[in-house]
């Protein structure tokens, strides 16, 4: 998905020519600390809740305020988890969409991010979640899945963090579309990684353990 398909049409931009009292009150009906400002389709930066109540004048023009993350941007062709990053890297929870000229195309909150990947296969699919902590260098997706699917099953989703720990190291997350995850486990530790953490719908284990269980002692009749 990209980002122009994420736009909440629902959040307008300020002029410069606006009222900082305007800007207050969109802001508490919309739920939001900051708002785009836009002058003939060109973004200008975004102002916040926190700069007009410090100037404490409502009647102040929206263009006296010195606005912020003018470059809290992307363009409409670029995919939600750029946005996600952008809003990262500036704290902001508004992103800028642009067009190809760099005209202003609207926002998209990082709220709305966060819906568009609760939506993926990743999340939405059935399934169990590991996190395997390695050195960079030993890093390869392709070799670790090659071991996921010996084992039939498949990695329907990955993320990679450094590891604050250490910074040679990286922590990869694995969602996977097994319930019972211990084949896995045990073929991943056989060939050297390291398993840190696992997340598994214990309740569907257990379920399945008492089915097997009955049907040990019907066999056993």
Request: a negative charge.
């Amino acid at each position: 998905m990209v980002t122009q398909e994420l736009i909440n049409q629902m959040i307008p931009p300020l002029k410069p020519s606006d009222k900082a009292k305007k800007a207050l009150s969109w802001m508490e009906e919309l739920r939001v600390s900051q708002l785009p400002v836009v002058f003939q389709e060109r973004f200008l930066g975004f102002i916040s809740e926190e700069a007009i109540l410090e100037q404490n004048n409502p009647d102040q023009l929206i263009e006296s305020f010195e606005l912020e993350d003018i470059t809290c941007t992307v363009q409409g062709h670029q995919h939600f988890f750029d946005a996600m990053k952008i809003a990262s890297d500036y704290d902001s929870e508004l992103v800028t969409v642009l067009d190809p000229a760099n005209n202003y195309l609207g926002v998209i909150t990082i709220v709305d991010t966060i819906s568009a990947v609760a939506q993926t296969a990743a999340v939405q699919s059935p399934g169990g979640i590991l996190v395997l902590s390695m050195q960079q260098i030993d890093y390869s997706l392709a070799e670790i899945a090659r071991l996921v699917e010996s084992d039939n099953a498949k990695i329907i989703g990955s993320s990679i963090l450094n590891d604050p720990s250490d910074p040679s190291k990286i922590k990869l997350t694995l969602k996977i579309n097994k319930v019972d995850l211990t084949r896995v486990i045990a073929t991943l530790e056989r060939f050297g990684y390291v398993v840190v953490a696992k997340f598994q719908e214990e309740v569907m284990i257990s379920n399945e353990k008492e089915r097997l269980d009955i049907l040990l002692k019907f066999l056993d009749i």
